[in-house]
């Protein structure tokens, strides 16, 4: 016998005394896990709270979250004698006077940057492959409200020190809360204890830091892990893949050590930036102060876009009956955000509308298989993207040499057109791409070997693509499109009738628009027999009843 | 114990018969993949063909490949013994010797970590086989029959508990939570003041002396006379109160004759009999959002804020001309004392910041 | 065959061909263009009948088209009567005057007189209306200064424009508030002590001369601080940041993700 099944058959034995829980642990370690480099972006995220909780331990050893006044003795001697928090005297201690301090506030600073980054690629990575698609629609909430969470625990997390760069943030946030109209100054007064700065929101900016948002991330991590374990992972097509199986590696040991080496992976870019550029040199910014401000001040990158909004939004205010409404504050600070989250959130379910789609779906699309769902998100990052790009329009005035008004005014109408040219133009690009993949399946590869037949004239080889190939770009779902009448005389089916269904009947077409497979090329990624369209009057067609086994199903 | 596999009658040395399972060493199938719906689930018997091959297709490029891996891996060790002798050794206490050591600590934590991993990917795509199987997907619904046992568990649970059929129970529950549901928000009450009117008042009043802020000294209206001056001032006495500062903050400008425009019925400008001698206050804070609007251009006249760029012009009230804050700075009436110093002569008349509901 | 031509045949000679023209470009421009070099300190020397005509001379032949034969100013450029030999000695030691490119406001660039020269004419420009002097080494000196103090009015008066690091800032209509990496600690306080251009004035009856020693001593102290977090990704705080995050670290690990998952080849 070899020492792994004794060790199995003694400590495992003795667990398994207990739990029966070989048959269910067997069945996880033989759990499949598809592999594709965009399935990895998610784990960015995921392992970098985890290099967040360890560096935000450490750092919490050292930290004093107090806004009482001190004069500062330590180490940075050009801050010898100026006046701080406690706060922002303890930073100081951990840059400067305690060992490995420095590297860990910027490693946590760095995963902290990583963290949200990530959530929006592995956002972007879900989005344009359709993989938010039934079954997967609440884990596509979590995740949406997982975001949320990450930026305004970053906010608040690189407000801890107390300097001047994010103190000024701090109060940005209180002009905005006090816009909120009939209850703002009471959010205001409430938060901050009374007026601004006081001496309260600091410390309670530290328990919303270190416990509540990580305690509620910890748990919406779990869930969507649960459901992304039991739902099984999406995979992207190619041969052999179906709806109806995963294809790839067992977890034990393939992806357990990949999972392994992709967390060291992190940790390490983590530390290699740590180690090689600075991050939020407090000390550069100085304590904060309510009457200093510098230019070029940014909040943290995923801010950027509702800076981006405050600085491009006109003069707008109304003041009617002794009450004022200052649209030029709370219009930026929530109708931007609202617009994306309300429409990341309510997308699923839009498009399950508009298609009448209501199969479960488990390989991927091809994001220009895809062309209008893809340009839609296209004109989405547009639209973030600019309002990003105005949060730092000084620092593009004035590295670019591009006058500062200018800057506004461009943004102000380019939030308009750049949507609009975006969806158009990364539509015509999807629909060119699938051209070129019809191009490939009718006439094959290039071999680059030209042969001259006889009589003269000179060809290319081409060799048909492989069996692999085939499948991935076979993969052009067939989308059922919704029934329209064919002429005048057809009666429409009764739900579209309505206004609403002549609506979903357009935007149908709109949305299903595809350039089809050539002729001749069946359905070879194992979809089986061509769903047939769905008419207006939604059936519920799910696909072969299996027998669902003892319920084991994960 | 587990139940185990009958074992095989194999005799050992000692003459007893193994009661353990012994591994069945048979060839590699020829086919990597397959397929869980062939056995009873969760069961396998020791002479089932093997799932996944012990050893590598290549066996030289894996023996390659692990002499590359343990040499990562040792890297990575001699890594993490250099963090803990940069710890040990190097000191911190000044900005250069932080640089040393962030600079030690960081690499060797790097190396450590990245050895590894690239060590354990090595291993993975090199010496693990390359293998690719396929898992079946179960429907995800249940079956008819299973939703129909849970539906039936359910209802025969709510009609048992009573909930259903007895209203006055069920009512007479939810009027106990809500008031239960709504404490917690009410003790919440205490978190800060309520805001009454104290973002209409500062502090400056009638005769306070304006201090430059930093050396916190009185500024005489004779010393600030050259046009194109501009300084941060604060209230005297209260230049350490952060709470007063964030309010009472104020920049002072010096033009020229002639520049500032007065105002006029109609035509909002500078009050003129808030100013002395071509000096003109107003509020450092932005009425947008509450940075301080400290950025002055001497040759436009303009101030911006470096926030969102709300521009204002100071010969004209603080105006706006462009960016967006909804109303001018406030303007401080000013004036001077006996000794020439530059004194308040009352409160702003208009509430300092950020617009908000109650401001009018 | 000689062992360029060999070289030559290979199939990464384009691009060291390419790499190698760019680099000379590069780095030929780089030395070309300098950046204005920070002008020595002009000795103040002695100011006798000489040195002003020598200045009035200079004067004539290189500001007058602008600023008038009698520094009375014209359309273009404003009188230079009472403005003091300190601002004369700072436009001209930055390289800013004589102008060349009248645009929005002058950049600094390559000086064209020497320490004497423009003492010359900085000493006939004072003698037509007084104004500030320049200030003398002592003056300017920073050791005993109170960086603390200094740090505080920075924040408060500077870095609004400057940012804190003196990294520079924009300003309305094309112009900008210079970085302060080049300027000597003369030169910083002559700025603020005639407000050059679109930047306040800062006299020293309302910054007194100690104070204005505090901030060039904190400004000069900031810019020669090493960074111990690494590169400074040129200390403008989140912008930097988030570029590095995403190309840096994102960018990164997507080669990564790729390595790892990528497909073996059939060995």
Known sequence: MTATEKLIDGTGGWFDDRLRGAQITRTWLRKIFPDHWSFLLGEIALYSFVVLLLTGTFLSLFFQPSMTDVVYHGSYTPLDGVHMSQAYASTLDISFDVRGGLLMRQIHHWAAILFVAAIMVHLLRVFFTGAFRKPRELNWLIGLTMWVLAFTEGLFGYSLPDDLLSGTGLRILEGVLLSIPLVGTYVTFFLFGGEFPGHDIIPRLYVIHILLIPGLLLALITAHLLLMWHQKHTQMPGKARTDANVVGQPFYPYFMAKTGAWFLFIFGVTALLSTFAQTNPIWIYGPYNPSGISAGSQPDFYMGFLEGALRMWPSWHWNVGGYSFAFSVFLPAFLPLGLIITGLAVWPFVEQWITGDRREHHVNDRPRNAPTRTAIGMAGVTFYGILWLEGANDVVARFLNISLYLTTEIARYAIFIGPVVAYWVTKRICLGLQRKDNVLLEHGVETGIIRQLPSGEYTELTKPVSEHMRAVLEARATRPQIEAPAGDDEVPAPSARSAMGRLRVSLNRVLTESIPLPIGNGHGNGHGAEPPAVTAGDTHSDGAERDGGDGAGA | MSETQPSQDLPQE??????????????????????VLAEEPGTTTPESPRELPASPANPAKAKTAERIVAALFILSMLASIGFIAAYVGLEVHSVDATLRSNLALGLSMSVAF??????????????????????????????????????????????????????????????????????????LRDMGPLPGTSLRHTVWRKGMRMVVYGPNTPLRAADFSIPGQMITVAPEGYTENQDVLAKAVTIIIKFAPGVLVPNRPGQPGTIMNWTVDNIVAYSKICTHVGCPVALYEQTTHRILCPCHQSTFDATNGAQILFGPAPRPLPQLPIGTDADGFLIATSDFHEPIGPAFWELG | MSWITALRRRPAAGYAVVLLGLVTIGVGYGALTTSGSPASAASPGTVSPQTIAQGQELFVRSCATCHGIDARGTAQAPSLVGVGAAAVDFQMSTGRMPAKDVGAQMDRKPVTFTPAQIHAVAEYVASLGGGPAVPSAAQVSTSGANTALGQNLFITDCAQCHNFDGAGGALTNGKYAPALTESTPKQIYEAMLTGPEAMPVFSDTTITPAQKRDIIAYITRLRAEPNPGGFSLGRIGPVTEGIVGFIGGIGVLVFLAMWITMKRRKS
């Open chain 2, 14 to 35: 000692d003459g007893h018969q193994s009661r353990a399972p012994h591994r069945v060493i048979g060839t590699p199938p020829p086919a990597q993949a397959r397929r």
């Open chain 2, 114 to 187: 990245l050895a590894v991993a690239a060590g354990a990917t090595i291993w993975v795509r090199n010496i693990m086989p390359d293998v690719e199987q396929i898992e079946e997907r179960h429907t995800l619904a249940s079956t008819e029959k299973q939703r129909a046992a849970f539906k039936k568990t359910f209802t025969e649970g709510a009609e048992a508990s009573g909930f259903v059929k007895r209203p006055l129970l069920r009512r007479t529950l939810i009027a106990a939570s809500v008031p239960l549901a709504v404490a917690p928000l009410v003790i």
